[in-house]
């Protein structure tokens, strides 16, 4: 459903100047659930912005379902890694997942039942009337999330949306996303620097090096559904860690 | 709020990652400060001649609004007498002794009310009262009381700049970490010593936000004084060429007057930088 | 009951203590510029009660209002456009910076000789002395909205009206109020000095005429009134801040935890 061919986005006019993300390719499918791994500084936010169409590429194209992605699409949704800065605290958590319904052509009662639905989804029925700001980091990611679902999305692309949280909520949050992306079947994009999450969350793992480009591709065919113990301790995800681990470090000496 | 529009040369596309060779960026950057004030005197000149042609065209009745070009000739022949040097100093006298003034009762006020909360809970609703009263509210008490000469000038400029000064003064002393007064008692530091290392110095910052403020405060009320009870300076000299019809005399000394309510912002604007620049933490302004 | 009861007498013993020493010694005073405060009182009650409040009350609190709202309406609109345009931004600075420290009162006998002693005068003076404040602050919180706001809506395709609407201005919302509070003080100030100046009514008009009549009582009666006026307006404004702001003191953690 989504391909990336030949992507290439460099900033700024300047023939010397360096890309950020360079020759990249790679396909994802339906349904499927690809972490991308990369170190920081990778390029991994640029590339995401440009899959995303908030930032056009210097050459190459992004195709979702073979029509290029030339502006934000309207099936996809974006979770962002600073909830705190994407959520409006103007706002209260119901009406901050149900703003982008109304623009999307949802009536009053359509958008009402979307956004009790996805809060409802995220564990979070009832908190509507809150404000973003009243509630806990873990929780205010959840309400990004929700905003997301409720939008309707085919694919989800998401920007280390756990990395700034504690390490019990991001396990509480990867099972919660992996519950919603079984009960949805949307298809996620999740960009990430933790081997363990993308191994845990993934169908597959791309390994990205500086400027962003594949370097690696590891299948993850460890069964679902998965649980933080059951699955961890399982030696395939022992192999799989050290392999994407030594494939980073290759990456990491190389530049 | 003053500076607005001071720091808008950084911002816009993320910079390349890639290193440029040092010359090509100071080149770089050059150019960038180079168009910036190409484009600034771009929109002196284009709001200027949309005036003067304004004003020549009929657009703007003449009588009322001469041309930009006379009033600039009008204030570069005043520029190099003395009468408008005298009237800028009457001016700056006022403006002088009402901040003195001011500065010397709120400042200690202030670290009084700002470091004991008995004191600020005593007099909280005395402020709150006086504070939003219009200081030129005051002019025919102060006319009556005090003439119309320098005493009154004096004392509104000294009565409005009171309480921005204050205010910021509180806030300073309130806002002083209390981990380094702390330190400063585990030093064995005497509450003398700890006020002055540590208190003072961490309350300049909002002191010096607070008289920059005040400066502002102080020429609107030095002027209006002049204009409201004809106490010499600049604002009288204005109401009097006004009502002698030297209109194109008048739009100078208004030129003149905002001239030096900018030399004045940018001057403590200046030293409130130099000041501020080892102090980390925001400044709230306690406003007018 | 004491406990609660404690606190407000602390913070009431100093003000009651000055009117009341104000009232004692201004009674055996005899002072002609200092009336006994009961001559005061009575002269605000027969002066301000209706007849001043329709003669000049109303006219001041109109131009004052007219100019103000004339004012934060144009300070905002111009500074959403120029906070998002950078080289209008930069075109403007220079022009906006020398009328932003042009004391207003200085413009007065210009106001004076394009509209004589009408309103409009009054509230062209008002509008020229009160839009600075907010237009810089304006373009300052324009400026200092995230960016991961605006991609946040670009990438659900919220239209630019919505965008303008629901996001840049809330979030400039804070400092747009700042602006406003400032130039609130400054509205008051050109209301009473213009009406002192180039008036036939208006409070600002009747303190001046009492104090060159000699009508002390009546003169001290009018400063009273300006000084109630500034205190409601300020509290009026401060109520209206905290319903459209609380949003931003709590998520700056100083809401306190009763208020929701």
């Known amino acids: 459903m989504l391909e990336v061919k030949a992507l290439r986005k460099v900033y700024g006019s300047d023939a010397e100047a360096k890309p950020a993300v360079a020759d990249l390719s790679f396909e994802v499918a339906e349904g499927e659930f690809v972490c991308i791994l990369g170190s920081s500084g990778c390029g991994k936010t640029t590339m995401l912005r440009c899959l995303s169409g908030l930032a056009p590429a210097t050459s190459g194209e992004v195709l979702l379902y073979g029509t290029p992605v030339t502006g934000p699409p309207a099936d996809m949704s974006f979770v962002f890694q600073d909830y705190s800065r994407s959520l409006l605290p103007w706002m209260s958590v119901a009406r901050n997942v149900a703003f982008p319904l109304r623009h999307k052509g949802f009536s009053a009662r359509e958008a009402r039942a979307a956004t009790d639905e996805a809060l409802q989804a995220v564990g979070l029925a009832g908190q509507g009337r809150s404000y973003p700001w009243q509630l806990s980091g873990g929780m205010q990611q959840r309400v990004a999330i929700a905003r997301a679902l409720a939008y309707r999305p085919r694919i989800l692309l998401m920007d280390e949306p756990f990395a700034s949280v504690d390490a019990q909520t991001r396990a509480e949050l990867e099972d919660l996303l992996l519950r919603i992306w079984e009960r949805f079947g949307v298809t996620i994009v999740f960009v990430t620097h933790d081997i363990d999450e993308a191994v845990y969350l993934a169908d597959r793992v791309l390994v990205l090096s500086a400027p962003a480009t594949v370097r690696h591709v590891a299948d993850v065919a460890l069964p679902r559904p998965r649980g933080q113990l059951e699955t961890k301790r399982l030696p395939e995800f022992a192999g799989l860690r050290s392999e994407l681990l030594s494939s980073l470090q290759r990456e990491r000496a190389a530049a | ?288 | 009951m004491t406990r609660r009861l404690a606190p407000v007498l602390l913070e009431l013993l100093v003000p009651v203590a000055i009117l009341v020493a104000f009232g004692l010694w201004s009674a055996q005073a005899d002072s002609f510029y200092f009336p006994p405060l009961t001559e005061i009182a009575r002269e605000f009650w027969n002066t301000w009660v209706f007849a001043g409040f329709r003669n000049d009350l109303l006219p001041s609190l109109g131009r004052l209002l007219a100019g103000y709202g004339a004012s934060v309406v144009l300070g905002v609109l111009a500074g959403l456009v120029l906070g998002m345009v950078r080289i209008a931004r930069t075109a403007a600075e220079p022009v906006i910076e020398f009328l932003r420290a042009l004391p207003a009162p200085a413009l007065i006998p210009f106001a004076l000789l394009l509209f004589g002693t009408a309103d409009s005068g009054k509230v062209f003076l008002i509008v020229l002395g009160t839009v600075w404040p907010i237009l810089l602050n304006t373009i300052d919180g324009v400026r200092g909205v995230e960016q991961q706001q605006l991609d946040m809506a670009h990438s659900y395709r919220i239209p630019g009206y919505a965008r303008l609407w629901r996001i840049v201005l809330p979030a400039a919302g804070p400092r747009i109020f700042a602006g406003m509070r400032t130039s609130l003080s400054i509205a008051i100030i050109l209301m009473v000095v213009s009406e002192m100046v180039a008036s036939r009514n208006g409070v600002g008009y009747f303190v001046l005429q009492s104090q060159r009549a000699f009508a002390i009582p009546e003169m001290w009666s009018g400063i009273v009134v300006l000084g109630v006026l500034g205190f409601t307006l300020n509290w009026l404004f401060l109520r209206f801040e905290d319903r459209f702001l609380f949003w931003h003191r709590g998520s700056k953690g100083l809401l306190s935890t009763d208020r929701r």
């Not at chain 2, 004084?225 to 739009?251: D, F, K, R």
């Open chain 2, 1 to 288: 709020m003053s500076q607005a529009l001071q720091h808008q040369t950084g911002d816009g596309v993320p910079a390349a990652p890639a290193p440029v060779a040092g010359r090509d960026r100071r080149g770089a950057r050059w150019r960038g400060r180079v168009a910036t004030w190409v484009v600034k005197l771009a929109g002196v000149l284009v709001t200027l001649s949309a005036l003067e042609l304004a004003s020549r065209t009929g657009a703007l009745p003449r009588q009322w609004f001469p041309p930009v070009t006379e009033m600039y000739a009008e204030l570069a022949g005043l520029v190099v007498g003395l009468p408008l040097w005298v009237e800028v100093g009457r001016t700056l006298g006022g403006w002088a002794a009402g901040l003195l003034l001011a500065t010397v009762l709120a400042v200690p006020a202030g670290m009084l009310l700002g470091a004991s909360a008995l004191a600020f809970r005593l007099v909280r609703v005395v402020i709150e009262f006086l504070r939003p009263v219009p200081s030129v509210a005051l002019i025919p008490l102060a006319v009556l009381v005090l003439g119309t000469g320098l005493e009154t000038k004096v004392f509104l400029v000294a009565f409005a700049t009171f309480w921005p000064l204050l205010f910021q003064t509180i806030y300073g002393v309130q806002d002083v970490d209390p981990v380094a007064t702390d330190t400063a008692r585990s030093y064995g530091l005497g509450a003398l010593a700890r006020f002055g290392e540590v208190t003072l110095p961490s309350a300049a910052p909002y002191i010096a936000t607070g008289l920059r403020i005040a400066s502002a405060i102080a020429l609107v009320l030095a002027v209006t004084a002049e204009l409201v009870i004809g106490a010499p300076g600049l604002g009288q000299a204005i109401i009097v060429a006004q009502s002698g019809g030297a209109i194109t005399l008048m739009y100078a000394l208004i030129i003149a007057t905002g001239l030096l309510g900018w030399a004045l912002n940018a001057v403590f604007s200046a030293a409130e930088r130099r000041l501020l620049h080892w102090h980390p933490a925001q400044r709230r302004e306690a406003g007018l």
